[in-house]
Nanobody, 130 residues
Framework: QVQLVESGGGLVQAGGSLRLSCAAS????????MGWFRQAPGKEREFVAR????????YYSDPVKGRFTISRDNAKNTVYLQMNSLKPEDTAVYYC???????????????????????WGQGTQVTVSS
């Protein structure tokens, strides 16, 4: 069972930046894809970004494309989400997630699905003020 711990959330003004981190432990980090999801108050959880185990494949949701960047450092067992040009509508709890199957590459059609992810962090709050 993998353990995921997010950090880096906080309060930022619109237009600002934050970098979220997610430290993983409990299994071979480099064999599994990772993702970020978010949930705003009163809304369902939504996909934000994901990165494949080999770093070569990334996907982003349309609202964050061009502003957010997902990356991973396999030596540190950590995945990051760099968030630039933040908007008030980015306010949410952000969750890190780990894929269940090793060496898996998602197709674009199913890239936004949470079904591939079997482990979740506790979440970190991001609040963007206008």
């Amino acid at each position: 069972q993998v353990q995921l711990v997010e950090s880096g959330g906080g309060l930022v003004q619109a237009g600002g930046s934050l970098r979220l981190s997610c430290a993983a432990s409990g299994r071979t980090f480099s064999n599994y894809g990772m993702g970020w999801f978010r949930q705003a108050p009163g809304k369902e959880r939504e996909f934000v970004a994901r990165i494949s185990w080999n770093r070569f494949t990334t996907y982003y949701s349309d609202p964050v494309k061009g502003r957010f960047t997902i990356s991973r450092d396999n030596a540190k067992n950590t995945v990051y989400l760099q968030m630039n040009s933040l908007k008030p509508e980015d306010t949410a709890v952000y969750y890190c997630a780990a894929e269940s199957n090793p060496f898996y590459i998602s197709g674009r059609r199913s890239s936004k699905s949470a079904a591939d992810f079997g482990s979740w962090g506790q979440g970190t709050q991001v609040t963007v003020s206008s």
